[in-house]
């Protein structure tokens, strides 16, 4: 992150950003570039979701890495705005809800009309201010809400903090498959990596025994849609142990399955034929033991009746997933960190 950390250098080292463009937040000069370790934290939470915002905002920072401005403020895909963009949105949200609106503090005229989700329209918003300016506006806001959470009045605003935490998890999302579909049109499509199983394993199914699990989560870090938890009985079905894989998807490439329309729903088939697909995203026949990534709804949905198959129901992935029925109750496990066992999902 060599480049992004000399731009940094600048940004500590020019106060006239900071009066010009940060109005009444304090000067750059005192912004940190790692997470603080000197500031008294009377509660242990308030220390974790410091630590949770800095984790978050280094994998936000790293997406940047090696990136060219002009990568920045190009609009890669028509339906989605520059990657610039969703950093200072990024900071644009965390000043509205926990500076402005919790605080009455006034916010940047200029970022509020550029950053707001219903500001400018997605084509417009390519006319971004300069890396060191951004970076500069990024981290003032960040300054600031790290000292508002020293005296947060968490009892009422914990939901409100690990909202703002998603909120730049699922921009980050957005930002890391902008930046594959920008490498692929660019032909720097980075190389994958392939699932380290035998083939064979790769058909397995497992069974999902009939009965109640509770579906959706009341948790202070759910979302509005997940809540509220609620009781939901299912019978016995089956389920792939594994993602497809890109070898799994290429048979129905090769069986002509972008060619023929029975294996397609009516809307899928519209939509094939209206943007001319003829095979996922990102697809790269060299990866065959790759989960194949890319895939529209509509895609995934042929695919199955292809194989003789279906989608699971959102109830239905949700249990697998997550549901321990010895404990009675959803166990996720982080991406990663699971210990697989015979009964279990490989996600």
């Known amino acids: 992150m060599a480049q992004i950390c000399s731009k940094y250098l ?23 570039l790692s997470a603080p370790s000197d500031c008294p934290m009377p509660s242990i939470h308030r220390q974790q979701i410091r630590q949770w915002m800095y984790q978050c905002r280094q994998g936000t920072l790293a997406l940047l890495e090696g990136l060219q401005e002009s990568r920045l403020r ?5 339906e989605f705005s520059p990657l610039g963009w969703h950093l200072g949105h990024i900071a644009y949200t965390e000043a509205y809800w926990l500076l402005h609106h919790a605080e009455g503090r006034e916010l940047a005229g200029r970022y509020q009309h550029l950053f707001a989700a219903d500001g400018l329209p997605k084509a417009e918003r390519e006319h971004l201010p300069p890396l060191i300016t951004l970076l500069a506006y990024v981290h003032a806001v960040r300054q600031q809400t790290l000292e508002t959470l020293d005296i947060a009045p968490l009892e009422t605003q914990e939901r409100l903090w690990l909202w703002l935490l ?9 930002m890391s498959f902008l ?41 202070l870090d759910a979302l509005d849609n997940e809540s509220s938890q609620h009781w939901v009985d299912l019978p016995t079905y089956w389920i792939d142990r594994y993602p497809v894989t ?37 697809w790269q ?38 549901w321990n029925p010895e404990l009675g109750r959803s166990h996720p496990v982080p991406l990663g960190h699971g210990t697989a066992n015979a009964n279990s999902l490989q996600l």
């Open 10 to 32: 600048e940004i500590l080292n020019n106060d006239t950003l900071t009066e010009s463009f940060m109005g009444d937040y304090s000067r750059l000069s005192q912004i940190a």
């Open 74 to 78: 190009s609009q890669i895909h028509a």
């Open 285 to 322: 026949e060299a990866q065959p033991q790759h989960p194949v990534c890319g895939v529209s709804a509509y895609e995934a949905e042929a695919y199955c009746r292809f194989i003789g198959k279906r989608l699971p129901t959102e109830a239905e992935w949700e249990k697998a997933a997550s």
């Open 246 to 282: 890109q070898g799994q998807f290429a048979s129905f490439i090769q069986a002509g399955g972008y060619e023929h329309s029975h294996w397609w729903s009516a809307d899928g088939w519209r939509w094939r034929q209206s943007q001319g697909v003829t095979q996922p995203l990102y």
């Open 166 to 174: 998603q909120h730049e998890s699922q921009h980050g999302e957005t």
């Open 179 to 219: 930046k594959q579909i920008q490498q692929q049109h660019t032909a720097e499509v980075c190389a994958l990596t392939s699932i380290h199983r035998h083939p064979a394993r790769l058909h397995d199914w497992i069974k999902i025994p009939a009965g109640e699990f509770q579906q959706g989560s009341d948790r």
